[in-house]
């Protein structure tokens, strides 16, 4: 493990990702990209074989919160209030990236998808057996969903990473919430959350016909 991995807690994700839901079940960015660079963090401790992937994680969380930080950072508030304005302004590429090759819209569908494959993969973990191995249930969570939309040297890619996984019980002690019986205790009352955020993107973006943005 490399140095860094006692700075992570699994808390601190889910306090981001259960801060996600608004009063009207709209989904807040700030807490949402909270939620990811948490994630990328831990990313990070795994080694430096997984840093091809939590780059690319990396440059989309900067794209967002570019926009947050940007004159129309009102916009882009939460995921419903970003899909309304760039629709409405003419700022999505719907057909193939041109003008607007890193608009909100498809930026965000990327980590969307990524969040199906955290909610399986977390599912997988908190119901999996002690002596179960991480690398199985991440590459099974992955080939059923983020997989479908890579190329073949990504997903090749990936494969060799997750041989690098420590097994289930050492990966649950890395969350530093405590024993793993605590962390899978944690991962089910972190779950419903995160289901949620993705239940509710998930709908808006189905909507919007934005669910296959190029
Ligand atoms: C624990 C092991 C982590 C395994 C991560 C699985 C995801 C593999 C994703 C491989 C992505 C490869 C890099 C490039 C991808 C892009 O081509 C693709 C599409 O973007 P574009 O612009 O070309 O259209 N990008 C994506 O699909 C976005 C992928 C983002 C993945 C972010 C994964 C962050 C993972 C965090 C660690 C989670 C650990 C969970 C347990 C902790 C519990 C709190």
Same mark, same amino acid.
């Given at each position: ?12 994700? @889910?306090?981001? =990702?259960? /801060? ?7 989904? !807040?960015?700030? &807490? ?8 990328? !963090?831990?990313?990070?401790? @795994? ?20 926009? !947050?930080?940007?004159?129309? !950072?009102?916009?882009?508030? #939460? ?11 003419? *700022?999505?590429? @719907? ?18 998808? /990524? ?5 399986? =993969? *977390? ?10 191995? #991480? ?6 969570? +992955? ?7 890579? &190329? ?11 041989? /690098?996984? &420590?097994?289930?019980?050492?990966? @649950? ?9 605590? /962390? ?6 972190? *779950? ?5 955020? +993705? ?14 943005? &190029?």
């Amino acid at each position: 493990m490399a140095a860094g991995a006692e700075t992570f807690s699994l808390r601190e994700v @889910l306090v981001a =990702f259960t /801060a996600c839901v608004s009063e009207q079940r709209e989904v !807040r960015v700030d &807490p949402y990209l909270a939620g990811w660079k948490g994630l990328v !963090r831990f990313l990070n401790c @795994l080694g430096t074989i997984f840093s091809f992937i939590s780059k690319d994680a990396v440059t989309k969380i900067e794209i967002i919160e570019n926009y !947050r930080n940007s004159d129309q !950072r009102e916009k882009y508030l #939460t995921v419903q209030s970003m899909v309304e304005y760039e629709l409405a302004n003419g *700022l999505v590429d @719907l057909q193939q990236r041109s003008k607007h090759p890193n608009s909100g819209c498809r930026t965000f569908l990327r980590l969307h998808r /990524a969040l199906h494959w955290l909610q399986m =993969f *977390l599912e997988g973990l908190r119901t999996g057996e002690d002596n179960s191995k #991480t690398s199985v249930i991440c590459s099974e969570t +992955y080939n059923a969903s983020l997989a479908n939309y890579h &190329p073949w040297i990504i997903r090749k890619a990936a494969g060799v990473a997750f041989c /690098a996984l &420590p097994t289930r019980n050492t990966f @649950l002690e890395t969350m530093n919430v405590g024993t793993a019986e605590e /962390a899978v205790t944690m991962l089910g009352d972190a *779950l419903p959350y995160i289901c949620e955020v +993705y239940k509710i993107t998930e709908e808006l973006y189905a909507q919007h016909k934005l669910l296959d943005l &190029p």
